[in-house]
Structures are given as C-alpha cells and as structure tokens.
C-alpha cells in the first residue's frame, strides 16, 4: 500500500559521474516536491511540479534537474555530482498546492565517492 | 521571505513526562502550519497540523497551539512515551505564490524510560 515510492533506497554513485533517482505516486496527486536532507537538518526544497509546471528554488545548483513525464514519476537527475552533494533525497506529493499535506517518499540516500 | 526558529534543538524527557517544542514564524501571511515526525532513517510524517483560523487543536496526547499575534505555534505532547523518541520538525506555509513549507530546523526529542 506504498503511496510514494522511491527508488533506490539506496544509491553509490562517483564523483562526477551522473545519476538519477526516481519517484513514483499511486496518490495521484497534482504537485511533486524533491528535497534534500543532509543529516541532522531540516528537508531543502530543490523544486516542484505542479502537473506540468516546474519550479525551481533560486538557491538550487544546476547540477540538479528534474523531469516529470506523468502524473505517476518525477525523477532527480544530478548531473555531475560533488561530495557535498551526498544527502537523503526525499520525494513528496501533496493534492494540491496550499493547505495539503505533503506525503513523504522513504527516501534515497545518496553517497559520493 | 519567511523564516521558522524551533526551539530547542534537543529535548530530553523522562517517560510519562509532558514535552513541548516552540517555534515562530516571520510572515503574517503564513496560514498553515504543520508538524512532522521523522523516526531515524525514516521519512518525515505529518503528526499534526493546524491552521491559522484556529488557535488549538489536539489529537490524543498531542495538541498544537498558535498565536497569530505573536507568530508563535507549539507543539505539546503529553504523557510521553519512548516511542515518541524522533526529530520533530515544525513548518510555516509561506505565500510565495506557490505556497511553499518552510521547516524548521528540528527538535531531537529522547524519552527515556
């Protein structure tokens, strides 16, 4: 009964080399969020979708892109990654944007070596 | 744009004891507030929320609390138990056109039995 899936939980990526974690969500809802957590730290909104709309945060790095084929999966890809860039990446969904809760996905911990 | 200060960062209680976590807010615009749960390598889950056209709401031993007049919301829980042992993170819906949740930096609460 997973609503938001992630996968992999877990991904081993090198310096430089890129990568992409995907998110998956039988909720159907319209807006998706990818964020970043590094330990002991609140989640970092790197951007959203709102059904087609893509928002990107002003602090983002562009190293970090994001594509959402379908309402169902959104995918991070980071193009060149940097060992600061070695972090949870948590995926939600919310219904709508406003006073919805957002979902969370498990996760993907990302390491860099 | 808004701005959310939880304190404290740690929290160390003894079981059956009651805990309460405070944070503020910057934007007088923000109208939701909601309170997350994350248990170690899990992902953050909605424990409560509450918005800004009430001032308490309680759900078994937690309850929230929220002053718009002086930008504040707690969270109290009572009766704690280990397996409220978690970080807690509070959130502030800012209206930056697309209603961004803006965290908290986190509460470390141990119960100790």
């Known amino acids: 009964d997973a609503m938001v899936i992630q996968n992999p939980r877990y991904q081993v990526t090198q310096f430089g080399k890129p990568v992409t974690l995907s998110c998956s969500q039988t909720?159907?809802?319209?807006?998706m969020y990818w964020y970043q957590q590094k330990s002991s730290q609140a989640p970092k909104l790197l951007f959203h979708?709102?059904?087609?709309?893509?928002?990107n945060e002003a602090d983002t790095p562009d190293n970090f892109q994001s594509r959402r084929p379908n309402t169902s999966f959104c995918f991070l890809d980071i193009r060149s990654p940097g060992l600061g860039d070695a972090a949870m990446y948590l995926c939600?969904?919310?219904?709508?944007?406003?006073?919805?809760?957002?979902?969370f996905g498990p996760g993907t911990r990302l390491t860099v070596t | 744009g808004e701005n959310v200060e939880q304190h404290p960062s740690t929290l160390s209680v003894q079981e059956g004891d009651s805990a309460v976590i405070k944070c503020t807010y910057s934007?007088?615009?923000?109208?939701?507030f909601p309170w997350y749960k994350q248990e170690l390598g899990k992902r953050p889950q909605l424990i409560i929320d509450?918005?800004?056209?009430?001032g308490e709401k309680k759900d078994q031993r937690i309850a929230v609390t929220l002053n718009k007049t002086a930008k504040h919301f707690s969270l109290h829980i009572t009766e704690t138990q280990p397996e409220d042992s978690a970080v807690y993170f509070c959130?502030?819906?800012?209206?930056?056109?697309?209603?961004?949740?803006?965290f908290g930096a986190g509460t470390r609460l141990a119960v100790h039995p």
């Open positions: 934007d007088s615009a923000s109208n939701y």
């Open positions: 509450i918005r800004s056209n009430v």
């Open positions: 979708y709102y059904d087609k709309d893509f928002n």
């Open positions: 909720l159907n809802h319209n807006v």
């Open positions: 939600a969904t919310s219904r709508d944007q406003g006073q919805d809760e957002q979902y």
């Open positions: 959130a502030a819906l800012s209206d930056g056109g697309y209603n961004k949740l803006i």
